[in-house]
């Protein structure tokens, strides 16, 4: 008896990670089977508001590369992941479904779920780090290349390739107020004169000091008499008490290290019924531009701004998309402050 129950558990196939049988039920029993696990959920935990590549997963959760790269292509294959390649790497994010995929509520809810729970504490250090270190190496890039600025803008959008569509949207934002603007990265300040003429006071927030200068040598030249200059990040809004009527990022988000934390940080300094309205790069797959640009991201999905205005608690308005003839793509994008937040 024991023998023939033996001989019989032998002759069972082996379940893995993902499912191989191909039935209509495959799909949901790979999802599940992904998400049962503890550590692959703390990755989709991880992922929820930044995307990091293979070997900054393994710097996080502190495990050898060939186990982080089995469980991330079970993830993948099961739906939850999506991977991009940014030149000699590959980094992950969370995949979304379509709205009318059969799994799609499931998915939502499963990672509504897992955003409730807080990222472990032993996962914060690792990944403080790895933001900081992708900070310094923009601020280092710019500090380097600042007298280069607007010969490496060149290479992808310059300021007048989106600065008209720019002013447009700016000019049909619907804004109780018009009291305060800041505008995050001015570059070279062009933009700022266009706030100068429609705000009481402008703010030029950067933490590259020498690009800072650059803005303040234009407003001077121009001047603009109602600018203030801040040297800092977004997460030095607070200690100055901002609170815009309109904030404005024009092609920065890229070389920033989170963007999901810059609109968190932006919504918490926006008025009620503020508007943020971001310019910047579609996803693309020219690599060459992280080194020669110094950019972090090769762009981004709209629905990566989508998710990470919701989370910030702030309703989408307009969106323009227009190409250049080098093959990149902008996208102009419109947030609102709830009036009752």
Not at 71 to 100: C, M, Q
């Amino acid at each position: 008896m024991n023998q023939s129950l033996h001989n019989t558990a032998d002759a069972l196939p082996v379940l893995t990670d993902v499912v191989e049988l191909d039935t209509p039920l495959s799909p949901l029993a790979n999802l599940l089977k992904a998400a049962g696990d503890p550590l692959r959920l703390e990755i989709l935990r991880v992922l929820s508001q930044d995307s990091f590549g293979v070997l900054e997963l393994c710097r996080i959760f502190a495990i050898k590369q060939s186990g982080m790269s089995h469980h991330l292509k079970v993830l993948t294959n099961a739906g939850l992941l999506s991977s991009r390649r940014e030149a000699n790497s590959i980094f992950y994010r969370r995949a979304y479904l379509a709205p009318d995929h059969a799994l799609a509520a499931l998915q939502q809810q499963l990672f509504a779920t897992v955003d409730t729970l807080p990222i472990a504490e032993h996962l914060r250090a690792p990944i403080r780090e790895l933001q900081q270190e992708r900070s310094l190496a923009a601020q280092a890039f710019f500090s380097e290349n600042a007298d280069k600025f607007r010969a490496q803008q060149d290479l992808i959008a310059s300021y007048p390739v989106y600065a008209e569509q720019m002013t447009q949207l700016l000019n049909n934002t619907p804004l109780r107020d018009k009291n305060l603007a800041l505008e995050v990265g001015p570059g070279e300040g062009e933009f700022l004169a266009v706030l100068a003429q429609q705000f009481n006071h402008v703010i030029a927030l950067d933490n590259a000091a020498n690009m800072l200068d650059k803005a303040r040598a234009y407003a001077s030249e121009n001047q603009l008499r109602n600018i203030e200059f801040i040297h800092g990040d977004t997460r030095s809004l607070p200690h100055h008490k901002v609170l815009a009527d309109c904030i404005l990022v024009n092609m920065v988000l890229h070389h920033t290290p989170s963007p999901a934390d810059i609109f968190q940080d932006l919504s918490n300094a926006l008025a009620p019924g503020g508007a943020l309205l971001i310019c910047d790069l579609c996803r693309h797959e020219q690599a060459w531009a992280r080194e020669a640009c110094g950019d972090l991201w090769q762009g981004f999905e709209p629905q990566d701004f989508s998710r990470w205005a919701q989370a910030a608690t702030l309703d989408e308005g307009q969106s323009v998309y227009f190409a250049l003839r080098n093959g990149f793509q902008i996208q102009l994008r419109q947030f609102f402050k709830p009036t009752n937040y």
